[in-house]
T-cell receptor, first 110, second 110 residues
Framework: EDQVTQSPEALRLQEGESSSLNCSYT??????LFWYRQDPGKGPEFLFT???AGEEKEKERLKATLTKKESFLHITAPKPEDSATYLC???????????FGTGTKLQVIP | DADVTQTPRNRITKTGKRIMLECSQT?????MYWYRQDPGLGLRLIYY???????NKGEISDGYSVSRQAQAKFSLSLESAIPNQTALYFC?????????FGPGTRLTVL
């Protein structure tokens, strides 16, 4: 069974204090790993897709990396508007089922 | 206009009532999904559809049914609602990889 574990559950940062969120996964035949951002009361918003170990993607203050067992979402010099829950998900096997982690709730304090 | 829309956005109903949640998309994707989100449990897949004639159960399909009326429309029904179906429900679409989510329906079953 595919499993996705995100840590920490919650993270509180001062504005400008860089940090990383972790997504550990167990999957048979990874097809893709996804990062989403979710604001309260809204649907998840797609950020990145990573397909193979060693791959990196960047968007503004966010950088996602992938190894064979985990992915990191690095947040550089975060701002209060980066506060949200960040979800990790994996897609595996021969069909399109996606397994989500429970998320990391990030709060950035001015 | 939003690519994925859901109606209603909020609904309060009573135990035993039948309720339908609707989803429409303008992205032209064949694949559509219904998820529910509960605090601490993350997103869990209820049903998914790869095209109009292909509908599949997800991990928590008991108590739910779906209808794919067209490529752009996918409805979720609760035939006889119960209180533990109180949750935030999301519809999503995808081509082959990342999913795009609607704004969600907050359902409360009293």
């Amino acid at each position: 069974e595919d499993q996705v574990t995100q840590s920490p559950e919650a993270l509180r940062l001062q504005e400008g204090e860089s940090s990383s969120l972790n997504c550990s996964y167990t999957v048979s035949g990874l097809r893709g790993l996804f990062w989403y951002r979710q604001d309260p009361g809204k649907g998840p918003e797609f950020l990145f897709t990573l397909y193979s170990a060693g791959e990196e993607k960047e968007k503004e203050r966010l950088k996602a990396t992938l190894t064979k067992k985990e992915s990191f979402l690095h947040i550089t010099a975060p701002k209060p508007e980066d506060s949200a829950t960040y979800l990790c998900a994996v897609q595996a096997g021969g069909y399109q089922k996606v397994t989500f982690g429970t998320g990391t709730k990030l709060q950035v304090i001015p | 206009d939003a690519d994925v829309t859901q109606t209603p956005r909020n609904r309060i109903t009573k135990t035993g009532k039948r309720i339908m949640l609707e989803c429409s998309q303008t992205k032209g994707h064949d694949r559509m999904y219904w998820y529910r989100q509960d605090p601490g449990l993350g997103l869990r897949l209820i049903y998914y559809s790869f095209d109009v004639k292909d509908i599949n159960k997800g991990e928590i399909s008991d108590g739910y049914s779906v209808s794919r009326q067209a490529q752009a429309k996918f409805s979720l029904s609760l035939e006889s609602a119960i209180p533990n179906q109180t949750a935030l429900y999301f519809c999503a679409t995808s081509d082959y990889n990342e999913q795009f989510f609607g704004p969600g329906t907050r359902l409360t079953v009293l």
